[in-house]
């Protein structure tokens, strides 16, 4: 897993590195970290190799330092254990550290001190005591830090999770249990310090100046020895080399005597068989020889190494002796071996632990115990000890590697007041806490007593504090999951007042807001009793609203009905007898009868509309349709009224149209057809454009533009305001030839927006008007030519039964049909129209549907039931209704055709040459 910002993490552990190099020294040998404080937040952050890496790294320093690499690997060990633990577990980063110095930390500890360091139990317990106070410090501050600051998302990007009240209570206890844990440190340190200091100086200087005091006795006895030997030569009488061995039995310490005359030369020496190897030697450069006989007195040698007179260094002492004269006569000398007498002397009063080293006044080393370094005939100034030759009761510490990596050690030393000799104490300066055993206890106590008390409290403040509000949010989020609100009981009675306060406060409130609730359920209530009559009033209200509707189109339909039956025979008629007409004056008043059912037909053709749109009853069929031929008859329809008007009307279609387009095309020219009887109504001069434009096509659709130009009057736009409002007219709309009911752009509006487009208007007064929409078509092909039908009977062959109830009606069919067919017969009731149907076999059959007793769809099913003889006849509806309104009953009760009334006689053309398809 990669680190987020690896340049932070690296400039951390440098910090670390750096800080774990600043010496901070304290009592037994042991060193306070800084650098653990800094490198602690990765280990709690980064994932778990890349923590302990952090910690090696940061540690690395200590090899050198320390000279082994036990701090490196316990570091490591540490982060390791605590990198697994918060993954796995997700324990307290605190309790996880203290679980590894309690069961790996300490014991491996005492292990390397004991075992591998060979030092004492009480410095392998103060090195546990700081390791385990280091790191507990650091990682308790690194919790800390990385719970209330943003340093974690610092560190690696994480987003830190809210602290609970128990989490941010127990590390706040625990760091403040740590100052004074640390305090208590320091004190304990300063007074250890303090103590084994006094307790060093005290025991090695007590000990140099005993050897020293011994050196001084020894040396003054052995001195009057010799000068009571001198003073018995200086009576003469004496036999020389008997007093030399009896003086060397009485005191063996002397390995060698000698006596010699005023020229140095050895006339006499004990014991005696050395005596013809040394006799006539001269000893006259001799320093013990050399002295006495200038100073006339006895004289101590410095150390030396012996010439054939001992195995080892020795010192001499020497007395001169006289002759009766008064005069020089000789040295008499006994040689001390060092290691003999040195093994005597500090033999007899030495402190356990305590190595020596004793000095001759020039500062060459007499003897010292292989500890301490020193080498036999050394110079003490290529010591440490060197520091304090002048004044050797002053003291110095040093460090020594005494092979198990270096250790500190503490020197002491005192003079010889009689003979110049310095003896110098040393021992490890950790010896001195051998006594402080007392001072371990008692800080070991204390250190429990703060522990245990930040536990106390920790569990105090979790059982006063964080507890009840623990259990006040789950008894709130359990209300609100319910949509409850009650009092939530206190159950801890020894909560802090201020917790027992929030509980108090919550409490009031929910037992006024069940209060409040209790009313609003109540008013709820009465409300939802109001809304209930409300909403029977509303159904009640509907309902009326939609029978006065089902009304309206009631009395529309069965208006449009009656009104189109009677239109029926006028339009028809006049047709018919303007055909016959030879009179030019009856000729314009029957056109002028047509014209003017027609336009009454278009009021109710536009009354239905309307009532369609209102009532969202107003639909849209898509069938292919061939655009140019379309607008090609709109522009038929207006050319003869245009031309009688004297205004021009245009069309222009893009050449680049499509020829073949998939959509209502009926209702397409309907609007039209309405856009361009406007224009053609109030445009006095000038003409009149139908314009037709395509855009881009996508994905098999095309977006027209339609627009109507004329060249008007204009509209001002206040009018336009209200232009497509039903039955509005503008000024000037009554004068014209051809007055309307205000619906067609309305209807022409409604029809356009359910097309998808939007019908708009661009007009000033006096220079004409534009009337444009826009939809998207569907693009097709042209329609596969229809198979040939079966050859049917030519017209004038043609048996045709036509049953309708209205006179007037069956007068229409009569005119328009008996003059085409081979037979015709009209009936004026269902009952004959089936008789007839089951007695003779006809080819085509027009049944009006609304009858009484017996409808057309009875009629149909009747004729179309098996076993009929009319089955294989042609069935045709005819009615006052719109066909789309009533062609899907017609299918379903078997008609074959549908005729419209009035009756298009183009139309009836069509179905009786078989031509004509319904609408579907």
Not at 624 to 652: H, N, S, T, Y
Request: glycine letters at 8%.
């Amino acid at each position: 897993m990669p680190i987020k910002h690896p340049w932070r993490v690296i400039v951390l552990v440098a910090a670390a590195a750096a800080f774990n190099s600043i010496r901070v020294e304290l009592p037994g040998d042991t060193h306070f970290l800084l650098g653990v404080l800094v490198y602690m937040p990765l280990v709690l952050t980064l994932p778990t190799h890349w923590g302990v890496l952090a910690a090696g790294a940061a540690l690395a320093v200590t090899v050198h330092r320390f000279g082994q690499p036990f701090a490196l690997l316990l570091g490591m060990a540490e982060a390791l254990w605590l990198g697994i633990g918060l993954r796995r577990t997700g324990r307290s980063a605190v309790l996880l550290d203290a679980l590894f110095w309690l069961l790996v930390g300490v014991p491996l500890v005492f292990a390397f001190c004991l075992g591998t360091a060979d030092q004492p139990a009480v410095i392998a317990g103060l090195s546990a005591a700081n390791y385990v106070l280091n790191h507990t410090i650091a990682v308790s501050l690194a919790a800390l830090v990385l719970r209330h600051s943003d340093l974690g998302g610092w560190l690696v990007g994480r987003v830190s999770r809210r602290a609970r009240m128990r989490e941010v209570v127990f590390h706040l206890v625990i760091v403040l249990s740590l100052v004074p844990l640390v305090l208590l440190a320091l004190g304990t340190s300063a007074l250890l310090r303090g103590y084994y200091r006094q307790e060093n100086q005290q025991v090695l200087t007590q000990t140099a100046r005993r050897v020293a005091q011994q050196m001084d006795i020894f040396f003054e006895n052995h001195e009057a020895v010799l000068r009571s030997m001198a003073g018995q030569l200086n009576r003469g009488g004496v036999d020389a080399q008997a007093l030399l061995e009896e003086t060397q039995r009485a005191h063996p310490e002397f390995i060698t005597m000698l006596l010699t005359d005023a020229a140095g030369t050895i006339r006499q020496a004990s014991p005696a068989r050395m005596l013809d190897t040394v006799r006539a030697t001269s000893v006259a450069d001799r320093d013990y020889f050399v002295h006495a006989r200038d100073r006339r007195d006895s004289y101590i040698s410095p150390v030396f190494r012996g010439r054939g007179f001992g195995r080892d260094t020795i010192v001499a002492i020497s007395a001169p002796f006289f002759d009766a004269a008064g005069q020089f006569a000789g040295v008499v000398e006994g040689s001390l071996e060092v290691e003999r007498f040195a093994q005597q002397i500090i033999g007899l009063d030495r402190h356990s632990g305590v190595d020596l080293i004793l000095c001759d006044r020039t500062g060459r080393v007499i003897r010292a115990d292989a500890a301490t370094g020193a080498v036999s005939l050394g110079r003490i100034s290529d010591l440490p000890h060197g520091a304090i030759w002048q004044n050797p009761e002053n003291g110095v510490e040093f460090d020594l590697d005494a092979g198990r990596g270096k250790s500190r050690y503490v020197v002491f030393g005192a003079r010889s007041p009689g003979n110049g000799v310095v003896v110098f104490a040393q021992r490890l300066a950790l010896a001195g806490l051998q006594g402080a055993a007392p001072i371990f206890v008692y800080f070991a106590f204390l250190a429990a007593g703060i522990c245990l008390t930040a536990f106390w409290v920790s569990h105090l403040a979790r059982r006063r504090m964080a507890k009840p509000l623990e259990e006040f949010a789950r008894n709130a989020s359990r209300q609100a999951a319910m949509r409850t609100v009650e009092p939530i009981p206190d159950q801890s009675a020894d909560a802090t007042v201020e917790i027992a306060m929030v509980f108090s406060a919550f409490n009031q409130l929910a037992i006024q807001l069940q209060g409040t609730y209790a009313m609003l359920r109540q008013q709820n209530r009465e409300l939802d009793a109001r809304v209930a009559d409300r909403t029977r009033e509303l159904e009640q209200a509907r309902q009326h609203a939609e029978a006065a509707s089902r009304s309206k189109s009631d009395f529309l339909a069965i208006t449009s009905h009656e009104i189109r039956t009677p239109l029926n025979a006028i339009i028809s008629l006049s047709e018919a007898v303007a055909e016959k007409a030879s009179d030019p004056q009856s000729v314009d008043q029957l056109r002028l009868i047509r014209n003017s059912g027609n336009r009454l037909l278009n009021v109710v053709n536009d009354l239905l509309d309307l009532s369609r749109a209102e009532a969202g009853r107003l639909e849209l069929h898509a069938a292919p349709f061939e655009l140019g031929g379309l607008v090609r008859e709109v522009g038929a329809l207006f050319q003869l009224r245009a031309r009688d008007l004297g205004v021009g009307l245009r069309l222009e279609v893009e050449p680049a149209l499509p020829l073949w387009l998939r959509a209502d095309g009926p209702r397409l020219q309907q609007v039209l057809i309405n856009l361009m009887g406007n224009a053609l109504k109030f445009t006095k001069t000038g003409e009149v454009v139908l314009h037709v434009a395509a855009g881009v096509a996508t994905a098999g659709r095309l977006r027209l533009r339609f627009a109507v130009i004329d060249t008007g009057p204009g509209i001002s736009s206040d009018e336009q305001a209200r232009l497509f409002q039903p039955y509005v007219q503008l000024p000037g709309a009554a004068a014209s030839s051809v007055p309307g009911t205000g619906l067609g752009l309305s209807i022409s509006r409604r029809l356009v927006t359910l097309f998808g487009g939007e019908l708009g208007v661009r007009s000033e007064v006096g220079r004409g008007s534009e009337f444009f929409f826009t939809f998207e078509a569907e693009l097709t092909e042209a329609p596969a030519p229809a198979e040939a039908a079966p050859a049917a009977a030519p017209v004038q062959a043609l048996r045709v039964l036509a049953v309708d109830d209205n006179e007037a009606n069956q007068e229409v069919l009569r005119v328009l049909l008996e003059a085409q067919c081979g037979r015709l017969e009209i009936v004026g009731s269902a009952a004959a129209a089936l008789e007839w149907a089951q007695r003779e076999t006809f080819d085509l059959a027009l049944i009006d549907l609304e009858m009484p007793e017996t409808d057309g769809f009875t009629v149909a099913r009747a004729m179309r039931a098996p076993g009929s003889k009319a089955r294989g006849c042609r069935l045709v509806a005819i009615s006052a209704h719109a066909e789309d309104e009533m062609w899907a009953r017609c299918a379903e009760a078997g008609f074959d055709g549908y005729l419209a009334k009035p009756i298009d006689r183009k139309r009836l053309a069509d179905v009786l040459q078989n031509r004509a398809a319904p609408s579907r």
